[in-house]
Structure formats: structure tokens, C-alpha cells
């Protein structure tokens, strides 16, 4: 099993930046590729990035491209996505996850349990 705490979210401005981490513990993070992902109201939970377990190969979501970076410290059992040029949409609640591998920015069957999230608040 794999448990995570995300943390780093925000209200920030459109064209601002912010940082999100996840911990994780339970089990070898090294073993797993990890994923972000995202849900705002109404809409289903989606994939933002995904890494895969070295870190030499990331995914994104098309809208993304350009703007975000998903990284990842095994030894520190860590992930990050930094996010600049926010825009509005990017709104939600962030997650990460923990899975087999990465099917585009996403993953098809995570493992262990969902954590709370972390709220992105952009403003126009």
C-alpha cells in the first residue's frame, strides 16, 4: 500500500506560479510510476502528468504543455508539479497518485489510497 499527502496548493493569480508536493510512504515510491491529477467541481477526475519510476519519462496533458513540470525524488520518497502561467481553468483539487506505469498523463490503476488533495484556486 501506498498512502500520500499532497501539499502546496493555493490562491494565486492568473499568469502566478505554484509548487505541489507529495509525500508518500508504505511502500518503495522507487517501484511506482507517480501521477498528478485533478478534479474541479462538476467534472471528473482527471490526469495533469504522469513520471515514470526512474523519472526519465514524463506525460502531459495536452493543456499543460509548456507551462508545467512533473518531478519526482526517490530518495526523498517525493514528487512535484510545478505550475506557472495559471490560468482559471487549471481551478481544482490536485492529487497524486501511485501506480504500475503511465498511460499518457495519466494512470489506469493506481494503487493504495487516494489522499486529500490539495485545492489550486487561480484567479482571473
Known amino acids: 500500500q501506498v498512502q500520500v499527502v499532497e501539499s502546496g496548493g493555493g490562491l494565486v493569480q492568473a499568469g502566478g506560479s505554484l509548487r505541489l508536493s507529495c509525500t508518500a510512504s508504505?511502500?518503495?515510491?522507487?517501484?511506482?510510476?507517480m501521477a498528478w491529477f485533478r478534479q474541479a467541481p462538476g467534472n471528473k477526475r482527471e490526469g495533469v502528468s504522469c513520471i515514470t519510476r526512474s523519472g526519465d519519462i514524463t506525460y502531459y496533458k495536452d493543456s499543460v504543455k509548456g507551462r508545467f513540470t512533473i518531478s519526482r525524488d526517490n530518495a526523498k520518497n517525493a514528487l512535484y508539479l510545478q505550475m506557472n502561467s495559471l490560468k482559471p481553468e487549471d481551478t481544482a483539487m490536485y492529487y497524486c497518485?501511485?501506480?504500475?506505469?503511465?498511460?499518457?498523463?495519466?494512470?489506469?490503476?493506481?494503487?493504495?489510497?487516494w489522499g486529500q488533495g490539495t485545492q489550486v484556486t487561480v484567479s482571473s
Open positions: 508504505g511502500s518503495t515510491f522507487g517501484a511506482y510510476a
Open positions: 497518485a501511485a501506480g504500475l506505469y503511465c498511460s499518457g498523463p495519466g494512470i489506469p490503476y493506481t494503487v493504495g489510497t
